[in-house]
Nanobody, 114 residues
């Protein structure tokens, strides 16, 4: 099982920015696809962004143009740059390696509020 550790969550005002990080404990980081998901209180967990092993990215409509997913294979780290944050972006954000690995991090809280 690959261990995933997220960091970077914080309280930020609307319109602000945050960068989340996800570090993976694996020697074969570069072959994995990664995803960021989020779960707001009272809502189902939803996929926010994904990045394939070869770098192709995809985004949920709600975050297109505001969020950017990227990876640094030398640092075993995936990032989620979040700009122009809105109150509806408030959620716990999780890093995920899809099936068949199916690993999840513990989550990091992002709160967007004035």
């Amino acid at each position: 099982q690959v261990q995933l550790v997220e960091s970077g969550g914080d309280l930020v005002q609307p319109g602000g920015s945050l960068r989340l990080s996800c570090t993976a404990s694996t020697n074969i980081f570069s072959i994995y696809a990664f995803e960021w998901h989020r779960q707001a209180r009272g809502h189902q967990r939803e996929k926010v962004a994904g990045i394939a092993a070869f770098g192709i990215t995809d985004y949920a409509d709600a975050v297109k143009g505001r969020f950017t997913i990227s990876r640094d294979n030398d640092k075993n780290t995936v990032y989620l740059q979040m700009n122009n944050l809105k109150p509806e972006d408030t959620a716990v954000y999780y890093c995920h390696i899809p099936i068949p690995v199916n690993s999840w991090g513990q989550g990091t809280q992002v709160t967007v509020s004035s």
